[in-house]
């Protein structure tokens, strides 16, 4: 995105706006951005990871016909394939050529991007928790049976899982939808100046 040009449509398009604003809303959307990048980078890495770790033993319990512990090492393995393209998709919709739209449509593409990723996060209970917490507790429960070291190992998963969520929504909240607000401000007061 060219923020230099940005800036001069914005400086033509409204003279009385601030521009101090748009140097610190350039600086918090790169930086939240950029966190958003890494955050992919690494849980694309770990799915990987994830994916090989239960492939081999989705292969290893079907070699000893142990059909349902593979049926869950399988079923993790789909998500941790699926993931990466999930994290891909919702990312996307922030990396628009800003020099191709207008700032207010620039500025609103970014709300919604922001809102989008907060959605997801918010959300992270049912798509990114739910799949392997299934995976592990059944092929837990299939490999061990209901003995007190298995209970033990999902209690301990289940609320680390629980744990994970509730730091979801927090950025969620205090990150991008933060952010969305701060943009939803911006774009409001260009729409106003621009009568």
Do not use: C
Not at 20 to 29: F, G, I, K, N, S
Not at 135 to 143: E, K, Q, Y
């Amino acid at each position: 995105m060219d923020w230099d040009k940005m800036r001069n449509q914005w400086r033509d398009a409204a003279p009385a706006a601030p521009l101090m604003a748009v140097d610190e809303l350039r600086a918090l959307d790169a930086s939240l951005w950029k966190k958003v990048r890494r955050r992919d980078m690494v849980e694309t890495v770990a799915a990987v990871v994830v994916v090989i770790f239960f492939a081999l033993t989705a292969v290893g319990t079907m070699a000893e016909r142990e059909w349902v512990q593979a049926g869950f090492a399988l079923l993790i393995v789909a998500w941790a394939a699926w993931l990466p393209f999930q994290l891909r998709r919702a990312r996307l919709a922030a990396e628009v050529d800003g020099r191709a739209v207008s700032i207010l449509d620039h500025l609103r593409r970014q709300r919604d991007a922001a809102l989008e990723q907060a959605r997801m996060l918010e959300r992270v209970w049912l798509w990114y928790l739910t799949p392997p917490a299934t995976g592990l507790v059944g092929l837990t429960l299939a490999r061990d049976g209901v003995t007190k070291g298995a209970l033990i190992y999902i209690a301990s998963a289940l609320l680390l899982y629980a744990g994970i969520a509730w730091l979801n929504r927090r950025t969620a909240r205090t990150r991008f939808r933060a952010h969305a607000d701060t943009l939803r401000r911006q774009i409001r007061e260009l729409e106003q100046d621009a009568g």
